[in-house]
Structures are given as structure tokens and as C-alpha cells.
């Protein structure tokens, strides 16, 4: 049997409470100080490194040129809305082009030719563009798990925009889009882009249409990838399937 503890002598500290005579809160004081330690000596080095730069372009900084070219395709909203059908086949989407009238029965036969029989809906979606479809729709209130999704069979929602150059869908949680997992998890997503309204022709404008603030999912094609030996293997992180519809406004 070990010996009493003489009072008022430190014993072995307990798990989790420090070390004898040291309180957690000066365990979290030294790590402090050796954080600010640390980024003293970061910002000597960067002031070191600009001890040369002239007073005058520190207070004021010399602009930069930025004359490169904003986009590579002619200002001409069919020759974006092609570059965009023809950058997301090359990414092994399903490309369709239609009308507003004539989406509906669109939305139907892609859901048809799938195999479709459960739908997730996303909040805001028009009512219209499923009223063809002979399915079960699912409305997501916030309450649908992944396990459940994994279940179903298809989502269709619009998106914020899309870029023609890069052949990319960005989604942004908007009205009729949805949480992201509406659109990572089930294996067929049917996504609508109105033309020319939604189409940019390149990322930098994109990027000011955009809200940084907002969950941004940027789509290149279906799920994809050649990790491995460089097979590639599709539906891994994200829908095994994408179509693509532009309506035309």
C-alpha cells in the first residue's frame, strides 16, 4: 500500500489537471508566448526583406498591369452558350439544349430514360419543371440524411452560374439548388442553366457575380477521378451522371 500523502505536500497530479505545481492556465500562457514568439520573428523577417523598398512606394503602392485579356471568346452570347455545350461534353456531361416551354417534358424523358422513380426536390425549385415527370418527389426540408439520399434515385435543380471557358456549374445554395448534399450524394443530377442569363464566358467574370459568403460547389463534369494508376473512375466523390440542360430564356 503506498504511503499517505503528508498534507499540504503536492502529490502526482491527476490525469488531465497538469503537471505538479502548474495550473493548466500557465500551460496555455507559455503556449501563447511561444505562438507570439513565433510571429514576431515571422514579421521581423518580412520587414527585413522589405528594408530596400523605397518610403514613398511603401505609403503608396506602384499598380499593377493587369492587361491581360478578361475572356477568350468573342462578346457574342450563342458563341459562349456553344463553348459552354461543347467544354462540358469534352468533361463527359450529358449536354441538352431547349426551351423554356419544352423543359418540362425534357426533365421527364431524361428521368425516364434513367430509370428514375424517387426525385430530390430542392426548395424553390419551380413547380413547372417537374409537372411531366412521372415520379415520387422528395422536398427537402433540412431533414433528409445521406443515407436516405443515397436511396434516391435523382435531384434536379438550377444553379447560380456557369462558365463556358472551363466548362463549369457553380452552385451557391441558392432558390431551387439546395443544400450541397442534395447534390453530392445521389448518382444522377439534372441541372438547369438558363442562357444567356446564368452564362459567363470566363472565371474572372464569374467571380464578381458571386458571393463569397455563400456555400460555393464549382462543377466540372460528373464526379471523376484517376488517383489510381490513372484509371478513371466515376462517381467516386459526387453523381456518377450529370445533365446538363440550357434553356433558352
Given at each position: ?57 511603401r505609403e503608396n503602392p506602384a499598380p499593377i498591369d493587369r492587361d491581360y485579356l478578361r475572356a477568350h471568346v468573342p462578346d457574342d452570347p450563342e ?43 430542392p426548395p424553390g425549385l419551380p413547380d413547372g419543371w417537374l409537372a411531366a415527370a412521372d415520379v415520387t418527389q422528395l422536398r427537402d426540408d433540412g ?107
Amino acid at each position: 500500500m503506498s504511503p499517505a500523502t503528508p498534507a499540504g505536500a503536492t502529490g502526482p497530479a491527476a490525469p488531465g489537471t497538469g503537471a505538479p505545481g502548474r495550473s493548466t492556465g500557465a500551460a496555455a500562457s507559455s503556449a501563447s508566448a511561444s505562438g507570439t514568439a513565433a510571429r514576431d520573428r515571422i514579421l521581423a523577417r518580412v520587414r527585413a526583406a522589405l528594408s530596400d523598398v523605397p518610403a514613398e512606394e511603401r505609403e503608396n503602392p506602384a499598380p499593377i498591369d493587369r492587361d491581360y485579356l478578361r475572356a477568350h471568346v468573342p462578346d457574342d452570347p450563342e458563341a459562349v452558350a456553344g463553348l459552354l455545350a461543347e467544354n462540358l461534353a469534352d468533361y463527359r456531361a450529358r449536354v441538352h439544349r431547349t426551351t423554356a416551354a419544352g423543359l418540362p417534358a425534357l426533365i421527364a424523358r431524361l428521368l425516364a430514360d434513367r430509370g428514375a422513380r424517387t426525385v430530390v426536390v430542392p426548395p424553390g425549385l419551380p413547380d413547372g419543371w417537374l409537372a411531366a415527370a412521372d415520379v415520387t418527389q422528395l422536398r427537402d426540408d433540412g431533414t433528409l440524411t445521406p443515407a436516405r439520399l443515397d436511396a434516391v434515385d435523382s435531384v434536379v435543380t438550377g444553379c447560380a452560374l456557369a462558365v463556358a471557358e472551363t466548362g463549369t456549374i457553380v452552385l451557391d445554395a441558392g432558390p431551387g439548388q439546395g443544400r450541397r448534399l442534395l447534390t453530392l450524394v445521389p448518382d444522377h443530377h439534372v441541372c438547369v442553366v438558363r442562357v444567356p442569363g446564368q452564362v459567363v464566358a470566363s472565371v474572372p467574370q464569374a467571380l464578381p457575380r458571386l458571393d463569397p459568403r455563400r456555400p460555393l460547389t464549382w462543377i466540372s463534369g460528373p464526379s471523376a477521378t484517376s488517383d489510381i494508376e490513372l484509371n478513371r473512375v466515376e462517381g467516386v466523390h459526387g453523381p456518377r451522371t450529370l445533365d446538363a440542360v440550357l434553356v433558352t430564356d
